[in-house]
């Protein structure tokens, strides 16, 4: 099992940017590809989808995030990106990574969710 880290939140005022990154914490082989998904979820709201990048590179948003946030990929850094721009209060959240898939490609670690990163854009 890998644990998955992700960065890059704080406090941004209203149409400001940030960009944050989903990193594996341990080594693992470059064949080992996953798709991987963004979710946010705020204090007493469900869980939302964000965004998702899969193993060949297609990419999908949210609609109340599409045309401001775009994901991508380092491969060889292990590290997924979510870079946000025209942020909104309704962003604020806890922003979180994971596998798109429980179980992992034969012969790679599991990748394991991580604690999050916080987002908040005052109103």
């Known amino acids: 099992q890998v644990q998955l880290v992700e960065s890059g939140g704080g406090s941004v005022q209203p149409g400001g940017s940030l960009r944050l990154a989903c990193a594996a914490s341990a080594y693992y082989h470059s064949y080992c590809q996953y798709s991987i998904i963004w979710y946010r979820q705020a204090p007493g709201k469900e869980r939302e989808f964000v965004s998702r990048i899969n193993i060949n590179g297609t990419i999908g948003y949210a609609d109340s995030v599409k045309g401001r946030f775009t994901i991508s990929r380092d491969s060889a850094a292990r590290t997924v990106y979510l870079r946000m721009t025209s942020l909104k209060p309704d962003d604020t959240a806890l922003y979180y990574c994971?596998?798109?898939?429980?179980?992992?490609?034969?012969?790679?670690?599991?990748?394991?969710r991580g604690q999050g990163t916080q987002v908040t854009v005052p109103s």
């Open positions: 994971t596998a798109a898939r429980l179980i992992p490609p034969r012969g790679c670690p599991t990748l394991l």
